[in-house]
Nanobody, 121 residues
């Protein structure tokens, strides 16, 4: 599964951004079976899990993202989104999407290239 993340940029505190992660070259059935994650890594810090959506659409969020971020997926477009609102300077990070799937006998664990989000105060 090849992932392409986009949508990052510079935004003022309190603003919003929508990140996209497209798996356009993946097999649809593999994408539909995948659990998709958004992680972020701030400068000098470890990569942290931000949000997860399962193949059944069940979502889970880090405490820092609850109430402000929404993860969703469009299987027909092979794309997962992260809607981010009420952004804070501490949300500044490179955001990565990740796909994990077990399809048939093959395991997938794929990462996008990251997209930079910068929130100014």
């Amino acid at each position: 599964v090849q992932l392409q993340a986009s949508g990052g940029g510079l935004v003022q505190a309190g603003g919003s951004l929508r990140l996209s992660c497209a798996a356009s070259r993946s097999i649809l059935s593999v994408f539909k079976s995948a659990t998709m994650h958004w992680y972020r890594q701030a400068p000098g810090k470890e990569r942290d899990l931000v949000a997860t959506i399962t193949s059944d659409g069940i979502t889970n969020y880090a405490d820092s993202a609850k109430g402000r971020f929404t993860i969703s997926r469009d299987n027909a477009k092979r794309t997962v989104y992260l809607e981010m609102g009420s952004l804070k300077p501490e949300d500044t990070a490179v955001y990565y999407c990740n796909a994990k799937a077990l399809y048939g006998s093959r395991e997938y664990d794929s990462w996008g290239q990251g997209t930079l989000v910068t929130v100014s105060s």
